[in-house]
């Protein structure tokens, strides 16, 4: 069975820092893709970034980034230069298969804070 | 980028009423909406996976007459909790994605609804 690992639940960083968490994930599948989500005290769920499991570079978006270690099934997001917005909780997924209308199984979540 | 609405956003309801939420894709055709309970600090708990015009995929331990889900068009799906009670009391999320080359390998979150079961 599919399952993701969350081991940090609480982060500090401080402004202007990068910050990684750390995701780890199990699957008997080839194809699959992780995704890390945003969640803010307001409860909305922001898609940051996407990595597919075929793909050969890792997936960056603006101050964000994702580590993919295949190998040893990590998928561990980091958020460059922090600033006072990115405090929130974060929320790594994995979707088995190639289907876009798969299912999620999410982590348990990491509450990020950010210092000024 | 993708928007998904919900509606309501908060809820209170007494004991034994059903309510009923909607879940919207406002610029493209979902083909499949999920949904999802979240309690406090926790992880998202998928509830059902809805395709349009099919009966909902209920996850293990879920139970399907208490939370009625519809999917009834390719941009609208409702989740209905009936005779609410307070232990029903959490946060719904819906979420949508698409088979079609827009927003592939995404899948786009609601703003959450806000239940409470007096």
């Known amino acids: 069975a599919q399952k993701i690992t969350q081991t940090q639940p609480g982060m500090f960083v401080q402004e202007k820092e990068a910050v990684t968490l750390d995701c780890t994930y199990d699957t008997s599948d080839q194809s699959y893709g992780l995704f890390w989500y945003k969640q803010p005290s307001s409860g909305e769920m922001i898609f940051l970034i996407y990595q597919g499991s075929y793909d050969e570079q890792n997936a960056t978006e603006g101050r964000y980034s994702l580590n993919f270690q295949k190998a040893r099934k990590s998928a561990n997001l980091v958020i460059s230069a922090s600033q006072l917005g990115d405090s929130a909780m974060y929320f790594c997924?994995?979707?088995?298969?190639?289907?876009?209308?798969?299912?999620?199984?999410f982590g348990q979540g990491t509450t990020l804070q950010v210092k000024p | 980028g993708a928007v998904v609405s919900q509606h309501p956003s908060r809820v209170i309801c007494k004991s034994g009423t059903s309510v009923k939420i909607e879940c919207r894709s406002l610029?493209?055709?979902?083909?499949?909406m999920f949904w999802y309970r979240q309690f406090p600090k926790q992880s998202l708990m998928l509830m059902a996976t809805?395709?349009?015009?099919?009966?909902?995929?209920?996850e293990q331990g879920v139970e399907k007459d208490k939370f009625l889900i519809n999917h009834a068009s390719l941009t609208l799906s409702t989740l209905t909790v009936t005779s609410a009670h307070p232990e029903d009391s959490s946060f719904y999320i819906c979420s949508a994605s698409s088979t079609g080359t827009f927003k592939r390998n995404t899948q786009y979150f609601g703003p959450g609804t806000r239940l409470t079961v007096l």
């Open positions: 809805s395709n349009e015009g099919s009966k909902a995929t209920y």
């Open positions: 997924a994995m979707r088995e298969g190639k289907s876009n209308t798969g299912k999620l199984i």
């Open positions: 610029d493209f055709q979902a083909t499949t």
